[in-house]
C-alpha cells in the first residue's frame, strides 16, 4: 500500500462523491461555527440602531442588517454554532440511547422489543414535529430542552435500525461461532454483533442530525425553541418573514439557504457513508 | 454438426481500487473450445476459474465492466460477439438456453409454471394458446415432473429443489434450442435428486439430438454424463479431450492434481497434493498460469505453454504434456 | 466413550421433527461420519451434542458428564473441550476481527494466557494449519475460503479441545483445497488423539475419513458400520439407494443404480412406520405399521430394516443403461 493520504483522500472522493460534496460543505459550516468569532465582521447581537434593514452591500454590512439592526452576515455566521450545537448533542443522544435498545430489543426481544416497537408506531402516526412542539411547549423553552426532545424522539428510530441489523446478525454463523467458543453473552454482544451492527447506524447519524437542525429550526420558527436575538437560523428566519412582504428579503434569505444548505450536505454525507462504509466494498485494493 | 466454437476468448474487467488506480483483472485469458450437436461437453475448474463468465460470454450476456477485448464466439455459424442485443434476444431462449444455478430464485415466483412455460413460448413465437400449453405439459413430462398436468398450476415455491432445476431445464428446452449451457445444474441438490436432474438432461440431449455444456466442479457429473471434458484453471482451458482419455491419461500437472484430490485417490495413494491459491487476476504472472502450484515447473514455464496435441482430441496446454501422456 | 448419546429427540418450534431418537456414542481418537441428505437433521445434531442447541429430549454424555443441561457458566467452560466448525467458512468468521485477534479469542476465553503469551500461541496456531503469518494482520475478506476454513480449524483446535465436531467443513470448497483440509484434519488427530464427528453429505469425503458411519434419513439412523462395511455392503434399503446414486469421479466405474420413486415425508407430518416405506423399492405391508428396530448384522454393524430379519434386504441393481 503505497497511496499516500492524498490519494486516499481523492480516491474516496472518486468512491463516493456524494459523501465528498456532502462532507465539504458540513466541513465549511464547521470551520465557520469554530472560527466564528474570527469570522464574523461584527458581534451577532451588536445592534445598530440607526442602521436597521439596510439592504446587502451598505456598508460593512455585505448581507446587510436586520431589523434590530443587526449585521446579517455575522448573525448566519454564528448560527452555525446553534446548528452545531443542536446536531452533535442530539446526535450523540441517539446514538447513546438507540443503540443499546436496539441492541437489546433485536438479541433478546421480549418486552424491550414490544415497548420499542409500539413507540416506533406512535412516532410514525405523529408528525414528529407537532410531538416535538407540545412536548418543549410544555416543558419549557431552553435549547437544552428542544436539544433532549430532538434527541430522544429520533432514538427510537435508531434503535429500530441496530435493531434489524442485530435480528440479522443473531443468526449469522460467525455469531454462532462465538457462542460456541465459549464467549458471555455480553461479549458476544458487544464484541462481536455491535460493530457489525452499527454500519448502517452510523450511515443514519448524519441524516438524523440533518432532521434535528431542521427541527430545531422549525421550532424557532414557530416561536417555541431558541429565542430571538440569539442568532438561530430558524429564528432568523422567523424574524425575517415579517419582512419579506415589505421587500426587506435578505434577512430571512440568507440565513434560510444557510440551513438548506446544512441539511443537504449532512443528508449528502449520510448517503455517501453507507457506501462508503461497506467493507466489501473496501476489498479492492490490496 | 458444429454448434459452438468459441476461439481464444479473452475477458477482462476495470475496476479503481482504495488508491484511485485502474486495475484490470484478466478473467479470461484465451478460452477455446467447441461443442457439437448430440454430445453432453464438462466445463470443470475451480471457484472463480471463469467458468460462468466463459457461459455468459458464449449466450452474449456479458456487460459493462467486462470486456472482451480480444477472441471469437461463434454459434452455429453466426459471430455472437458482432450481434446486436435484439439478434441475440432471438436466438437466446429460442435457438441457445441457459440452465442456472439457485432454481427457485431463476423462476417467476409470482407465475404458475405453466403459465411461465407458455410465456417462454409466446415471446419467441414458437407457439401459443392451447398448443403452448400442450407442448409445455410434454415438456413437464419430459422432465420427468410426475402428474404433469396438475403440476402446470404449481407455483414455484411448491416445488422441491430437484423439481425446480427439472422444471428449468424443461424451460430451457421447450423451445427446442439447439444448444443448452447448463451452469452448476446441480449443485445443492442431492445425490438421488442430482441423479435424477441429470438424467433428464442427459436423455433429452440423446433425444434430440441437442449439444450440451455442462458446467461444473463435480468429477463425478464429468465422468458419467459427459463425452467431452474441458478443464480450466485461471481463465485458460489447459486440457481438454474426451473424457476417459483425460480421466485416465491426464496430461497437464493441473488435472492430474485435481483427480489426486478426489477422496478415492487420496485413499489409495495418500495426500499427495498440496492445494493452493489460484493467480491474482490483477496482477497475473508471464508465462504458464500454474506455475506457482506446479511441482513440474522449470525455466521452460516463464513461456506461455501452446495448446500440446497428444492426439486427434485430447490436448493440454503445458510444455511437458507430451512427458506425462 | 467421549460422547455417548442416548435417545436424543428434537423438535423446532412450527413442528418440525429434525431428530428423532437418535442414539450413538464416539470413543477417544474416534472419527464417526455422518451422512445424509439435506434436511436429514446432520447439523442439528452437531448443533446438539455442541449445545448450542437445547435437545428436546434425550441426553448426552460428554467424557462421562451429563451436559443436556447445564447452566450457561458450566457451558461456556465445557466450550474448551467440545467445538465445532461450521460449513460456510466466508460466514463463520467475524468480519471486524483481524485474524490474529480471531485466534487469540479462545485463548483470552479460556486460558490465563498474557497478551504476549497469547500472540505467540496465535502464531504458533497459525502456523500449526499453514496459515502465512502476514494472515495475522488480515480481515476474513481478505483470504481465500481454504484459508479461511484453516482459521476457524485453529480457532477450534486452540484449547486442546477432547472432541470437534465438522459441520460440512469441506463441502464449499474446491477440490484440491478440501484435499488439503482433510489432510491437516487428519495430522491432527494422530497427532492429538481428537475425537471427530464429521457431517457431510459427500460419500467419498466420509469414506476417506470416517472409522465408524452413521446414514441419517429423515432424523433417523437407518444403518450404523464401520466404514468399509458401509460402504461395501450397505444393508438397508436406503443406504444402498443413497450410495448407487454417487457419482464416482471415474469413467470406468459403472453405475448400479436403483430407481425409486416417491416423495420424501414431510418432517412436520412423518409417517408412522419406517420412513423410507413410501419410496422404499422392497416395502413390505408391515413396514408402514410401526418404526423397524435397529438390528445387529455383526458387531458394530447395525441396520432399522424389517428385511434383514430374512436376508431379502438387497435391491437388485438397475445396470447402467448405455
Ligand atoms: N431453526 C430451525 N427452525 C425450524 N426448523 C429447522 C431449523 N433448523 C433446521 N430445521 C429443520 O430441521 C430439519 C433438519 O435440519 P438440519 O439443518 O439438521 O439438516 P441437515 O441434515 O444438516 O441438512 P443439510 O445437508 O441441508 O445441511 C430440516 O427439516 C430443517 O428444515
Ligand atoms: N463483475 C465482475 N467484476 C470483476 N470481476 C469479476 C466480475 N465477474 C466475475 N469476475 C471475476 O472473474 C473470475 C471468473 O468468474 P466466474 O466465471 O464467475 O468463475 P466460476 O468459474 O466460478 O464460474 C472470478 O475471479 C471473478 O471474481
Ligand atoms: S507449463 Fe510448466 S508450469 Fe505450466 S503446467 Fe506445464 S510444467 Fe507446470
Ligand atoms: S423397513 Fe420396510 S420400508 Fe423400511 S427400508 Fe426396510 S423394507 Fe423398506
Ligand atoms: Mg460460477
Ligand atoms: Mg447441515
Not at chain 3, 472419527?31 to 452437531?46: C, D, R
Request: aromatic fraction near 6%; hydrophobic fraction near 50%.
Amino acid at each position: 500500500m503505497s497511496a499516500t493520504t492524498l490519494d486516499r483522500v481523492v480516491g474516496t472522493a472518486r468512491r463516493s462523491p456524494t459523501f465528498a460534496v456532502g462532507f465539504g460543505i458540513i466541513l465549511v459550516f464547521a470551520l465557520l461555527a469554530a472560527f466564528a468569532d474570527i469570522l464574523a465582521p461584527m458581534p451577532p447581537t451588536l445592534s445598530h440602531p440607526y442602521e436597521t434593514l439596510k439592504p446587502p452591500g451598505s456598508g460593512p454590512f455585505l448581507l446587510g442588517t436586520d431589523g434590530n439592526g443587526m449585521d446579517v452576515l455575522s448573525r448566519v455566521i454564528h448560527g452555525a454554532r446553534y446548528a452545531f450545537g443542536i446536531a452533535l448533542p442530539a446526535g450523540a443522544i441517539m446514538a447513546v440511547v438507540g443503540i443499546p435498545l436496539g441492541l437489546i430489543a433485536g438479541w433478546r426481544g421480549g418486552w424491550v422489543d414490544e415497548v420499542l416497537l409500539r413507540v416506533l408506531d406512535v412516532l410514525r402516526a405523529f408528525p414528529t414535529i407537532i410531538l416535538a412542539l407540545a412536548i418543549v411547549a410544555a416543558t419549557g423553552q431552553g435549547f437544552l430542552n428542544v436539544i433532549l426532545v430532538v434527541g430522544f424522539l429520533d432514538s427510537p428510530i435508531f434503535a429500530r435500525i441496530v435493531r434489524a441489523e442485530v435480528l440479522a446478525l443473531r443468526n449469522a454463523t460467525f455469531v454462532r461461532a462465538a457462542v460456541a467458543a465459549g464467549n458471555p453473552e455480553w461479549r458476544v454482544l458487544l464484541v462481536h454483533i455491535l460493530p457489525n451492527a452499527i454500519l448502517g447506524a452510523t450511515a443514519q447519524l448524519p441524516l438524523r442530525m440533518a432532521w434535528a437542525v431542521r427541527i430545531s429550526a422549525t421550532l424557532a420558527f414557530i416561536g417555541i425553541g431558541v429565542q430571538a436575538p440569539a442568532p438561530e437560523w430558524g429564528a432568523m428566519i422567523r424574524q425575517g418573514a415579517e419582512y419579506v412582504i415589505s421587500g426587506e428579503w435578505w434577512v430571512a434569505l440568507f440565513p434560510g439557504l444557510a440551513l438548506i444548505a446544512m441539511v443537504l450536505g449532512l443528508n449528502l454525507a449520510g448517503d455517501g457513508l453507507s457506501d462508503l462504509l461497506d467493507p466489501k466494498r473496501r476489498a479492492t485494493g490490496k | 454438426m458444429r454448434l459452438l466454437e468459441v476461439e481464444d476468448l479473452h475477458v477482462e474487467f476495470a475496476a479503481r481500487g482504495l488508491d484511485n488506480r485502474v486495475r484490470v483483472a484478466r478473467a479470461l485469458n484465451g478460452v477455446s473450445f467447441t461443442v457439437d450437436a448430440g454430445e453432453v461437453v464438462g466445463l470443470v475448474g475451480e471457484t472463480g476459474a471463469g467458468k460462468s463468465l466463459t457461459a455468459l460470454a458464449a449466450m452474449g450476456l456479458l456487460r459493462a465492466p467486462a470486456r472482451i477485448p480480444q477472441g471469437s464466439i461463434r454459434f452455429e455459424g453466426q459471430d455472437i460477439l458482432a450481434m446486436s442485443d435484439r439478434e441475440l434476444e432471438k436466438i437466446r431462449g429460442r435457438r441457445m438456453a441457459m440452465v442456472v444455478q439457485s432454481p427457485l430464485t431463476s423462476l417467476d415466483p409470482l407465475k404458475r409454471i405453466g403459465d411461465q412455460l407458455v410465456r417462454m413460448q409466446r415471446v419467441h413465437g414458437t407457439a401459443r394458446g392451447a398448443e403452448a400449453r400442450a407442448r409445455a405439459e410434454a415438456m413437464l413430462a419430459a422432465v420427468r415432473i410426475p402428474d404433469p398436468a396438475r403440476r402446470m398450476q404449481a407455483w414455484p415455491h411448491e416445488l422441491s429443489g430437484g423439481m425446480a432445476q427439472r422444471v428449468l431445464i424443461a424451460m430451457a428446452l421447450v423451445n427446442e434450442p439447439a444448444l443448452v449451457i447448463a451452469d452448476e445444474p446441480t449443485t445443492g441438490l442431492d445425490v438421488t435428486v442430482q441423479a435424477q436432474v441429470l438424467d433428464t438432461l442427459r436423455d433429452l440431449v440423446r433425444a434430440r439430438n441437442l449439444g450440451a455444456l455442462v458446467i461444473t466442479h463435480d468429477l463425478g457429473v464429468v465422468a458419467h454424463y459427459c463425452q467431452r471434458v474441458a478443464v480450466m484453471f485461471a481463465g485458460r482451458i489447459v486440457e481438454d479431450g474426451p473424457v476417459a482419455e483425460v480421466f485416465a491419461r491426464p496430461a497437464h500437472p493441473y488435472t492430474q492434481a485435481l483427480i489426486a484430490s478426489t477422496p478415492g485417490r487420496i485413499a489409495q495413494l495418500g495426500y499427495t497434493v498440496t492445494g493452493g491459491t489460484p493467480p491474482d487476476l490483477y496482477d497475473l504472472p508471464s508465462g504458464c498460469l500454474y506455475r506457482d502450484r506446479c511441482p513440474r515447473a522449470t525455466t521452460a514455464c516463464l513461456a506461455p505453454p501452446p495448446r500440446i496435441a497428444l492426439d486427434a482430441t485430447h490436448g493440454a496446454a503445458c510444455h511437458y504434456a507430451w512427458e506425462a501422456a | 466413550m467421549m460422547l455417548d448419546v442416548q435417545n436424543l429427540v428434537h423438535r423446532f418450534p412450527g413442528g418440525v421433527n429434525a431428530v428423532n431418537d437418535v442414539s450413538f456414542s464416539i470413543a477417544a481418537g474416534e472419527t464417526l461420519g455422518l451422512v445424509g441428505e439435506s434436511g436429514s437433521g446432520k447439523s442439528t445434531i452437531g448443533l446438539l451434542v455442541t449445545r448450542l442447541l437445547a435437545p428436546t429430549g434425550g441426553t448426552i454424555l460428554f467424557e462421562g458428564e451429563d451436559i443436556t443441561r447445564l447452566p450457561p457458566a458450566a457451558l461456556r467452560k465445557l466450550r474448551a473441550r467440545l467445538q465445532i466448525v461450521f460449513q460456510d467458512p466466508w460466514g463463520s468468521l467475524n468480519p471486524r476481527m483481524t485474524i490474529g485477534r480471531l485466534l487469540e479469542e479462545p485463548l483470552a476465553l479460556h486460558t490465563t494466557l498474557d497478551s504476549a503469551a497469547r500472540i505467540a500461541e496465535a502464531r504458533r496456531l497459525a502456523d500449526r494449519v499453514r496459515l502465512p503469518a502476514a494472515s495475522l494482520s488480515r480481515y476474513p475478506h481478505e483470504l481465500s475460503g481454504g484459508q479461511l476454513q484453516r482459521v476457524s480449524i485453529a480457532r477450534a483446535i486452540a484449547n486442546r479441545p477432547k472432541l470437534v465436531v465438522l459441520d460440512e467443513p469441506t463441502s464449499s470448497l474446491d477440490l484440491s483445497v478440501r484435499a488439503g483440509i482433510l489432510q491437516l484434519l487428519d495430522e491432527l488427530q494422530r497427532e492429538t488423539g481428537i475425537a471427530m464427528l464429521f457431517i457431510s453429505h459427500d460419500l467419498e469425503t466420509v469414506r476417506l475419513v470416517s472409522h465408524r458411519v452413521i446414514v441419517l434419513y429423515l432424523g433417523r439412523i437407518v444403518e450404523q458400520a464401520p466404514a468399509a462395511t458401509l460402504f461395501d455392503n450397505p444393508a438397508h434399503p436406503y443406504t444402498q439407494v443413497l450410495l448407487s446414486a454417487h457419482l464416482p469421479p471415474d469413467p470406468a466405474m459403472r453405475l448400479r443404480r436403483h430407481e425409486v420413486t416417491g416423495e420424501i415425508p414431510s418432517p412436520i407430518n412423518l409417517p408412522p412406520g419406517c420412513f423410507f416405506a413410501g419410496r422404499c423399492p422392497v416395502a413390505l405391508p408391515a413396514c408402514t405399521a410401526a418404526p423397524p428396530p435397529a438390528i445387529a448384522l455383526e458387531a458394530g454393524h447395525s441396520a432399522a430394516c424389517l428385511r434383514i430379519a430374512d436376508g431379502t434386504n438387497i435391491i437388485d441393481p438397475v445396470e447402467e443403461r448405455a
